[in-house]
Structures are given as structure tokens and as C-alpha cells.
């Protein structure tokens, strides 16, 4: 094999880059990385004996005229292969398009495609990461703050605050999930497939790969550049959707309190967070909700736009292959999680008031017909007309739960089950009845695995955690693999330099 301290010996022309140029880094764009793919073939092709070494130097040192132009103030930094490799030509001559062999637009741009949703997938989870820390850190404040919970817009039942948000925290995690799954399949290097079968040149695929810190390869060389480089930003736009979802339910959840006379969430005033009618001076309106839930629904239509363009074509087509509409798409993800962040560090939540909305409704009355059940043995049934009735009563007469009186209790009872039960009393003795209404004791005494109570909220608060550092893990050692492959490539390049 051909060693490079041999090409390094015959090379008479510097090809190393200028220390400016060198110091700053360069965007990480189609022209880098095509750059990229030009370096990493002059080493390896010319080490395995697919190029003529006496050829290398001037091929090297064209290469590195090109990037450096292409890092200047307005220099050129074309996109595409055919419009890259004229710069190469007027560079180094005609003999540099020797390293086109075994190569083509397809693969090549299946490449580059693929390395830079890699790196703005990175960049999307490091966002989702801060804002699933910022969450968590929410939820374990507020781990014992007992608020309404609703369904189908209804208030339904008292939760700790923090266990609502752990709820969200979870759909979070998944989303980091499909983004880990999204990445290690789109972590595969399509260079050296040429156009779709592959090339009668030995091309080191794998060492290729190596070089642009792939971790593996598309393995059928037909899937590389017309399959799968169109099914990769569907993929990532049905992640985006799933972040868009569950940001934008947050949202809405905060913003119904909006409506509301005394709301127990709110934004803090100012800062961005809320404004003041132009007209109505007692208003302050919650611009950060709605700039944030816009944000959220447009990269929802961003996503859209993968799907429709790689809808019914043939293979191979590039109608769903824009990497800058698929970088935005990705981009506008990162900001709606950046107002996502904020709307949590801007959240301030009163407990005397969502204590009092819970007393003021009927949300515990469901506590009534479960304590009677496992304790009572009551059926269910049974015990939820009961329960019913009561509620209809209060209603009708303005009563609020902890107020009650116990003797209503007893008569509904005993109406409500006279033809159910052969003991119509009330088990249940008056101190019992208002405990059972009280929000604080349903939410302490919960004993199902993943509920509010506060041995499971410490050990869901640690999984949740656990999984966010587990995540920063896997963010740096993806970055770290991408860097390292830089790096060991720049590296090598220089030897073709000599010192």
C-alpha cells in the first residue's frame, strides 16, 4: 500500500491551509462538506492506490484553494457537485476530476444531506434537553402543589402540579426517543454507491464513512441515494409534529386561564412575556403563549412540506430533497422549544387560589365512590350514584364540598341505594365523609405506581433526571464522534502538505 510519508516526500506545492482560515471555523454546510468528500478521497484513493500520487499535490492544493476562497467575506460556496467542480478544475487542473471515479451528484448529496440533518438534529436536541431539564425542574418545585386537572375542558381531579408536568416531561422523553432512533438511521453514509449500484471502482466505503463521521453505511447502494434520502426528512417532520403537539397542548391548558376572572397560572408581566392592550388598559395579554403556540403550529405546516413533496414521485427524484427546507423545518422546531423554555421560567402559580377552585367544585367527588368501594365493599356503581347525587344537590343549592352538611349526605345515601344495598346507611362516619372531599388527602393517598404521591414523585423526578443527563451523554458523544472524524481527516489531508 501506497504510505503517505511517500506522496508527502513528492510534493513540492504547500497545501496546507492559511492560519486564518484554519482558526475560523466553517459553517457546516453542502460546500464544507462536499469539501469534506473531496479531502477524504485524495487521502484514502491515493493511499490505496486509486490515485497517482504524482498527481496528489496539485489536486491537494487545489482543494484547499477552493475552501479557502470559499471561507473569505462573499466567496463563492457553491452547493452542488457540478457547480463545486468547476472551481476544482480552475484550481488544479483537469486531473482533479480523477476523483470523481466511483462518485456521483447522487451519493454525494445523499451525503451531505444526511451529515447536515445530523448536525441540526443534534442542535434540536440539545434545545429539547434544556427545556425537558427547565420541566422537570418545574416539576420538582411544585411536587406537592395541588392544582385542577381537566378533561375534555372540564375540571376533573385535584394532582400535584409537579405530577402534571412529569406527564409532560414523559412525552418529552419519547420525543427524545424517536429523535435517538430518527439519528442512528440517518447516521449512514451513502458515499461510494455512485448513482444506484454501486461502481467498478474498489472504493473503501467504510473508510469514507469514518472520514465524515458516519457510524455505519447504507448498506443497499440502490436504498442510499434514491430511498432513503427521501424518506429522512419525512421522518424527522413526523418528530417535529409530535414536539409541536405536545408544546402546543401545554400551552393551551395555561391559556384557558386566561379567560378566566381569577386564574391560579399566570405569566410574570413584562419581560416579554405579556403585553398591554392598546385599548383596554386592565388587559395584559399573553403574547409569549401566542407567539410560542404560532411558532409551534408553523413548523407543524414546515413538516407537512416533506411529506407532500415526496409524495407519489419515482424514486430518486429530488422534489423531497431541499436541505435548506428541511434545516428550516428543523430550525423552527429549536424555537418554539426555546418559547417553550421560557413560558416555564415565566410561569408563576398560586396554590391558595387552585386550592380554592378545587373546594369550589366537585372534582374529589369521585374519592367518595372509591373509598366506599375498597373499604365499604360497595360496588362502584352503587357508590358513583351516590356520589352523583350529591354533586346535583350541591349545585342546586350552592354548596361547596367542605361545607357540605353530613345529614344531606346520609338522606342521599340512603335514597340513592334503597334498591341496590340491604343496609341503605352511610358507612362512612361524618369526619371521614369531609376527609375523603378534601384535594390534599385524594393526592396524598393515591397508591397506584406513577401517581402524585410522594414516594412515586420522587422516583419518577430521578428517572426523569436520569434520562436528561442520559441524554446530554448521548448529545456530546454524537458530537464528539462528528468532531473526532473532523479532525482525524484534517489531519491527514495536511500530510499530503510537507512541513
Known amino acids: 500500500m501506497l504510505k503517505l510519508k511517500h506522496i508527502a516526500a513528492a510534493i ?6 492559511s492560519s486564518a482560515w484554519a482558526q475560523k471555523p466553517a459553517p457546516r454546510d453542502e460546500f464544507y462538506w462536499l469539501g469534506q468528500m473531496n479531502k477524504a478521497t485524495t487521502v484514502i484513493n491515493s493511499e490505496e492506490g486509486l490515485l497517482d500520487p504524482a498527481k496528489v499535490p496539485r489536486i491537494a492544493a487545489g482543494i484547499v484553494k ?3 476562497d470559499g471561507a473569505l467575506p462573499g466567496g463563492r460556496r457553491p452547493s452542488t457537485v457540478i457547480t463545486f467542480e468547476p472551481l476544482l478544475i480552475r484550481a488544479a487542473g483537469q486531473d482533479v476530476t480523477l476523483l470523481h471515479a466511483g462518485r456521483s451528484s447522487q451519493d454525494m448529496h445523499a ?32 411536587s406537592k402543589t395541588i392544582v385542577p386537572n381537566y378533561t375534555n375542558g372540564v375540571a376533573a381531579q385535584p394532582n400535584s402540579y409537579g405530577h402534571y408536568l412529569l406527564g409532560h416531561a414523559a412525552g418529552l422523553e419519547r420525543d427524545a426517543q424517536r429523535l435517538r432512533e430518527a439519528y442512528a438511521r440517518i447516521d449512514r453514509s451513502a458515499m461510494g454507491t455512485t448513482v444506484l449500484n454501486g461502481s467498478s471502482w474498489p472504493l473503501n466505503r467504510l473508510r469514507m464513512a469514518n472520514y465524515l463521521g458516519f457510524a455505519a453505511l447504507v448498506d443497499n447502494a440502490y436504498d442510499a441515494a434514491q430511498i432513503s434520502s427521501s424518506e429522512h426528512p419525512v421522518e424527522v417532520a413526523a418528530l417535529v409534529t409530535a414536539m409541536a403537539l405536545h408544546v402546543g397542548s401545554f400551552i393551551e391548558d395555561v391559556m384557558t386561564q386566561y ?3 381569577r386564574p391560579w397560572i399566570l405569566l410574570q408581566e413584562g419581560g416579554g412575556n405579556t403585553y398591554v392592550s392598546s385599548a383596554m388598559p386592565q388587559k395584559r395579554n399573553p403574547g409569549l403563549l401566542n407567539d410560542t403556540r404560532r411558532d409551534a403550529s408553523t413548523s407543524i405546516a ?3 412540506g416533506p411529506v407532500i413533496r415526496a409524495h407519489n414521485i419515482t424514486p430518486g427524484m429530488a422534489d423531497a430533497k431541499d436541505t435548506k427546507t428541511h434545516t428550516d423545518m428543523v430550525k423552527s422546531a429549536i424555537v418554539f422549544l426555546q418559547g417553550f423554555d421560557k413560558i416555564m421560567k415565566g410561569l408563576v402559580i398560586h396554590p ?20 366506599l368501594m375498597h373499604k365499604y365493599k360497595i360496588p362502584f356503581r352503587a357508590g358513583h350514584h351516590f356520589a352523583s347525587e350529591v354533586v346535583d344537590y350541591a349545585k342546586l343549592n350552592n354548596i361547596k364540598p367542605l361545607d357540605f352538611p353530613y345529614s344531606e349526605a346520609q338522606r342521599i345515601f340512603k335514597m340513592s341505594v334503597k334498591d341496590e344495598l340491604a343496609n341503605p346507611e352511610l358507612p362512612m362516619g361524618e369526619a371521614e365523609f369531609k376527609a375523603t372531599l378534601k384535594p390534599e388527602t385524594i393526592v396524598q393517598n393515591r397508591k397506584t405506581v406513577g401517581g402524585p404521591q410522594a414516594i412515586e414523585m420522587q422516583r419518577m423526578l430521578s428517572l426523569a433526571q436520569q434520562t436528561i443527563q442520559a441524554q446530554s451523554r448521548w448529545i456530546s458523544s454524537k458530537k464528539n464522534f462528528i468532531d473526532k472524524a473532523m479532525n482525524d481527516l484534517d489531519r491527514d489531508f495536511s500530510k499530503l502538505s510537507p512541513p
Do not use: F
Open 12 to 17: 513540492t506545492l504547500c497545501v496546507g491551509a
Open 66 to 68: 477552493v475552501l479557502q
Open 111 to 142: 451525503t451531505y444531506r444526511a451529515a447536515i440533518l445530523k448536525d441540526d438534529l443534534l442542535a434540536l436536541a440539545e434545545q429539547l434537553n434544556l427545556s425537558s431539564a427547565t420541566l422537570v425542574n418545574l416539576a420538582e418545585r411544585h
Open 259 to 261: 379567560a378566566q376572572p
Open 302 to 304: 414546515l413538516a407537512m
Open 352 to 371: 391558595e387560589r387552585a386550592l380554592e377552585e378545587l373546594n369550589s367544585d366537585w372534582t374529589a367527588s369521585q374519592e367518595l365512590a372509591d373509598v
